[in-house]
């Protein structure tokens, strides 16, 4: 029974308002500094100098997006977490800045941008002033590589096409928790300080199943490129990698073949499923099992990891007052907040690109096509609409359709895991620090030992013509 | 440099850490001083009067009739209790008549303010086990409910004032009586809805089960009562074992704690308390007879006899006794609470020796302490 619909109304108008706010802003800068200004600078002249200069601006581009997107996103997630836990809690939540409460946390930086930027007494300056710029630093660069999976590898952010792009974002994911270290050790608290060491030892300890869950993926990806991954697993939802990784995308060309009415559908079967017996249903189903496992474990390591509800034991409110953070106020607590919800963000997106089939449509693209071919309201639609804007998009650059639906579903896919994340912080309690422990080394990486090795048995030993 | 690390020469001392008065999670101001050897607790201090108000030497400065607005502070959370308790103390000495009407509105407006007290609580246990933003929120909309309730007899939502010496000060319209039946219908339901989330939640199991074990001989040694006490197993409850008002009329049982008088039991009971108050008052509605509700008039110069008169009743907390010397004049000579928060508090300590920190408030949450209860 849904008694507040009306919050619910307003919960999406707020997320629907702030996303195009995100959006139109990063689409801005991206669009002034990868096509407007080299090409004023190419116009202006020719020669190595200016060809040197407009690429410098086409490099900076990915740069100059996640620097317009970090902030801006982080206060729209803060919005949106608040909210909805109001709107899990029977509340109203944040709604008096700005109509309905839109501009809430844009005040609320402002006032954190202006209080006063404290060093407590006895505290190291050095390590305090660094720790959170330490945090903070590897969304940044961390962030960088999956830029070209969710624009559908455009080419403004090819140079962020790493060939080893998942190993780089895990590498970096592991770096803040030295932020919170150093803070919790600098801060002269001794809440900070045991918040930190907690941090520290979870970190540790979450980070093996998180990796062990995404090397599961890598290996039935065969690759370490975020963009090979995420194109693999293009055409609709069977060919997820949550779904087997690729174990499914047999059965989805031989259900286009027989939609289509081609004679060869046994055929691709064959082909796809070599073995065609009762032992591949079962290495399928293996395979299934073993990604969604896989994924509900990368879902709880990379809760661990950015210290949320149920695992956010280094700054347990009722224990350790704010835990690594106590001591911090000001810009210097802006950037730790920042840095937060940033990761929860990152944590998200990689989450869709790795086993949500990155920015690609979870319609299954026979279906697209047998619609095209049987409907022709939708396909004349479709065609007067990219009549339409084609001129803008040859001219301009403002609507690439594959950037365009690429990002869309990359957003949908990411702001749900998102909002899973409010869900869960909005029902769970917490772990202790030694319940925690045993649950990563006695529960999870046993376990994503164990999916690992049933997704190497049957990948390797019942599809191997693929 | 060969210099071994080993746990010999590594040198570790326990910490002190200062928990409170400032701490968000200690139910206002108690403060705990900590001795800890990693995350173990090996010492407990805990450190109260912060927020003494002196509630007793100001009943013995101030008339009576004054002083019967203040103690609904003495623990703000279950306001009606506190000024029953003065009101039966006062009533015992002067031997002034109490309406049965207003006795049953008594009973009716406790249970009422039982129910309300243990949903606070719920709220705060849940914050006090790390679930910050999500279902303490759902108990505050019942409470919510039974404070409009309350609002409408008493004028306030807090600090009612509304159990009088002789009686009860307002008469509850007919329409009252249909929104507390209508409450009383809907309530089972929501205490489904939370223990469907809680009960059952594998990290809340985690989090209270064999945790701070309250032995019985340890509980009677410190003078623990209340939900905390009937949690270990003893069957202690004044309305039971001492009955007072219209209690010998009612039809309940005491619900007990199941297990070994572990956090989770302790919870356990107070969620059945919460049933059985709705089921008393229903009772109480359909029993409620017509008539006066006051049995002493209520003026500024209100006097009592001389004498001296001890009451102890059930508060949401535990026995809640006050006494009173009355040497006939418009001020009490003496007042003495005995408040079950002071005794539950002192018990704490045994509790947490050898605990880790977060258990510390998973135990400080379960016993239910509320602060101005034990400073007064």
Same mark, same amino acid.
């Given at each position: 029974m849904l008694t507040n619909s009306n919050e619910l109304f307003k919960f999406s108008r707020l997320i629907i308002v702030w996303l195009s706010i995100i959006f139109i802003s990063v689409w801005a800068a991206c669009y002034l500094f990868g096509f407007l200004i080299p090409h004023i600078i190419l116009s202006m002249g020719s020669g190595d100098v200016f060809n040197f200069a407009a690429q410098l601006f086409q490099y900076l581009t990915p740069v100059i997006a996640i620097l317009v997107f970090i902030p801006i996103n982080a206060m729209f997630m803060v919005l949106v977490e608040r909210r909805g836990l109001a709107l899990f809690t029977v509340r109203m939540g944040p709604n008096r800045v700005g109509p309905d409460g839109l501009l809430q946390t844009a005040a609320d930086a402002v006032k954190l941008l202006f209080k006063e930027d404290i060093i407590p007494t006895g505290a190291d300056g050095l390590l305090f002033t660094l720790a959170p710029i330490i945090f903070f630093a590897p969304s940044i660069f961390g962030s960088i590589p999956l830029l070209a999976a969710i624009t559908?590898?455009?080419?403004?952010?090819? +140079?962020?096409?790493?060939? &080893?792009?998942? @190993?780089?974002?895990?590498? #970096?994911?592991?770096?803040? %928790?030295?932020? $919170?270290?150093?803070?919790?050790w600098a801060s002269n608290n001794k809440y900070s300080l045991v918040g930190g060491l907690r941090s520290a030892a979870q970190a540790i300890s979450y980070e093996i199943p998180l990796v062990l869950s995404l090397l599961t993926i890598c290996y039935l990806s065969q690759s370490l490129n975020v963009i090979e991954i995420s194109d693999r697993q293009t055409g609709g939802f069977l060919n997820w990698n949550i779904f087997g990784g690729?174990?499914?995308?047999?059965?989805?060309?031989?259900?286009?073949?027989?939609?289509?009415?081609?004679?060869?559908?046994?055929?691709?079967?064959?082909?796809?499923?070599?073995?065609?017996?009762?032992?591949?249903?079962?290495?399928?189903?293996?395979? +299934?099992?073993?990604?969604? &496992?896989?994924? @509900?474990?990368?879902?709880? #390591?990379?809760?661990?990891? %950015?210290?949320? $509800?149920?695992?956010?034991?280094?700054?347990?409110?009722?224990?350790?007052?704010?835990?690594?953070?106590?001591?911090?106020?000001?810009?210097?607590?802006?950037?730790?907040?920042?840095?937060?919800?940033?990761?929860?963000?990152?944590?998200?997106?990689?989450?869709?690109?790795?086993?949500?089939?990155?920015?690609?449509?979870?319609?299954?693209?026979?279906?697209?096509?047998?619609?095209?071919?049987?409907?022709?309201?939708?396909?004349?639609?479709?065609?007067?609409?990219?009549?339409?804007?084609?001129?803008?998009?040859?001219?301009?650059?403002?609507?690439?359709?594959?950037?365009?639906?690429?990002?869309?579903?990359?957003?949908?896919?990411?702001?749900?895991?998102?909002?899973?994340?409010v869900l869960v912080r909005g029902t769970l309690p917490r772990f202790k620090i030694d319940q925690l422990m045993d649950f990563s080394w006695k529960r999870l990486i046993p376990i994503s030992l164990l999916v690992f090795f049933i997704a190497i048995l049957s990948k390797g030993v019942f599809f191997t013509n693929v | 440099?060969?210099?071994?690390?080993?746990?010999?020469?590594?040198?570790?001392?326990?910490?002190?850490?200062?928990?409170?008065?400032?701490?968000?999670?200690?139910?206002?101001?108690?403060?705990?001083?900590?001795?800890?050897?990693?995350?173990?607790?090996?010492?407990?201090?805990?450190?109260?009067?912060?927020?003494?108000?002196?509630?007793?030497?100001?009943?013995?400065?101030?008339?009576?009739?004054?002083?019967?607005?203040?103690?609904?502070?003495?623990?703000?959370?279950?306001?009606?209790?506190?000024?029953?308790?003065?009101?039966?103390?006062?009533?015992?000495?002067?031997?002034?008549?109490?309406?049965?009407?207003?006795?049953?509105?008594?009973?009716?407006?406790?249970?009422?303010?039982?129910?309300?007290?243990?949903?606070?609580?719920?709220?705060?246990?849940?914050?006090?086990?790390?679930?910050?933003?999500?279902?303490?929120?759902?108990?505050f909309r019942e409470r919510e409910k039974l404070l409009d309730l309350f609002e409408e007899i008493a004028g306030q939502r807090m600090m009612f004032n509304y159990i009088r010496i002789g009686g009860v000060i307002r008469d509850p319209k007919p329409t009252w009586f249909e929104k507390v039946r209508k409450f009383t219908q809907e309530f089972p339901d929501r205490i489904d809805e939370y223990e469907a989330i809680v009960t059952q939640n594998p990290i809340v199991l985690k989090r209270t089960k064999d945790v701070g074990i309250l032995d019985k001989q340890v509980a009677f040694d410190y003078g623990v009562s209340g939900p905390s006490l009937r949690g270990s197993?003893?069957?202690?409850?004044?309305?039971?074992?001492?009955?007072?008002?219209?209690?010998?009329?009612?039809?309940?049982?005491?619900?007990?704690?199941?297990?070994?008088?572990?956090?989770?039991?302790?919870?356990?009971?107070?969620?059945?308390?919460?049933?059985?108050?709705?089921?008393?008052?229903?009772?109480?509605?359909?029993?409620?007879?017509?008539?006066?509700?006051?049995?002493?008039?209520?003026?500024?110069?209100?006097?009592?006899?001389?004498?001296?008169?001890?009451?102890?009743?059930?508060?949401?907390?535990?026995?809640?006794?006050?006494?009173?010397?009355?040497?006939?004049?418009?001020?009490?000579?003496?007042?003495?609470?005995?408040?079950?928060?002071?005794?539950?508090?002192?018990?704490?300590?045994?509790?947490?020796?050898?605990?880790?920190?977060?258990?510390?408030?998973?135990?400080?949450?379960?016993?239910?302490?509320?602060?101005?209860?034990?400073?007064?």
């Open positions: 559908g590898n455009s080419d403004w952010f090819a +140079i962020t096409n790493l060939p &080893t792009g998942i @190993f780089f974002m895990v590498a #970096a994911s592991s770096v803040p %928790v030295v932020g $919170i270290v150093m803070g919790g690729g174990a499914l995308s047999g059965l989805d060309k031989y259900l286009a073949a027989v939609i289509n009415g081609s004679e060869n559908a046994g055929e691709i079967l064959k082909m796809y499923y070599p073995q065609n017996s009762i032992l591949t249903v079962i290495a399928v189903i293996a395979l +299934i099992f073993a990604t969604v &496992t896989a994924f @509900f474990m990368y879902l709880t #390591a990379a809760c661990a990891e %950015v210290n949320r $509800i149920p695992f956010d034991l280094p700054e347990a409110e009722s224990e350790l007052v704010s835990g690594y953070n106590t001591e911090y106020s000001g810009i210097k607590f802006a950037i730790f907040f920042l840095a937060e919800f940033t990761n929860l963000f990152i944590v998200a997106s990689i989450a869709s690109v790795m086993f949500l089939g990155a920015g690609s449509s979870p319609i299954p693209q026979f279906v697209v096509d047998y619609v095209l071919t049987h409907v022709p309201a939708v396909s004349g639609l479709l065609n007067q609409l990219t009549a339409l804007l084609s001129p803008l998009m040859n001219q301009f650059y403002i609507l690439n359709p594959a950037t365009f639906w690429s990002v869309f579903w990359m957003v949908i896919k990411t702001y749900s895991l998102v909002l899973f994340a | 440099m060969a210099t071994e690390l080993t746990t010999t020469n590594l040198k570790t001392d326990e910490m002190i850490i200062n928990m409170g008065p400032q701490h968000p999670a200690t139910h206002g101001v108690l403060r705990l001083i900590l001795k800890l050897d990693g995350e173990i607790v090996r010492h407990v201090e805990p450190v109260i009067g912060h927020l003494h108000r002196a509630q007793e030497w100001q009943g013995q400065n101030r008339t009576l009739f004054q002083y019967q607005a203040l103690i609904d502070r003495v623990d703000y959370l279950s306001g009606m209790f506190t000024s029953l308790a003065f009101a039966h103390a006062c009533e015992q000495i002067d031997g002034c008549e109490v309406p049965p009407r207003a006795q049953y509105l008594r009973a009716l407006v406790c249970e009422m303010n039982r129910i309300s007290s243990h949903l606070l609580w719920l709220g705060t246990f849940l914050i006090d086990l790390g679930a910050l933003f999500g279902f303490p929120f759902y108990p197993g003893v069957n202690y409850d004044l309305r039971k074992v001492r009955p007072y008002g219209i209690y010998p009329d009612l039809n309940f049982d005491v619900p007990l704690g199941q297990n070994k008088g572990d956090t989770w039991d302790r919870y356990m009971c107070r969620i059945l308390e919460m049933r059985q108050s709705n089921e008393l008052i229903k009772q109480c509605l359909d029993k409620m007879p017509e008539g006066e509700i006051l049995g002493k008039k209520q003026i500024a110069g209100l006097r009592i006899k001389a004498g001296e008169g001890f009451s102890a009743i059930e508060s949401p907390r535990g026995v809640l006794g006050c006494y009173v010397i009355s040497n006939g004049s418009d001020k009490a000579y003496r007042i003495k609470w005995r408040n079950p928060s002071f005794c539950n508090l002192a018990v704490l300590p045994s509790l947490l020796i050898g605990r880790p920190i977060s258990d510390i408030m998973a135990i400080f949450g379960s016993i239910d302490v509320i602060l101005p209860d034990v400073d007064r």
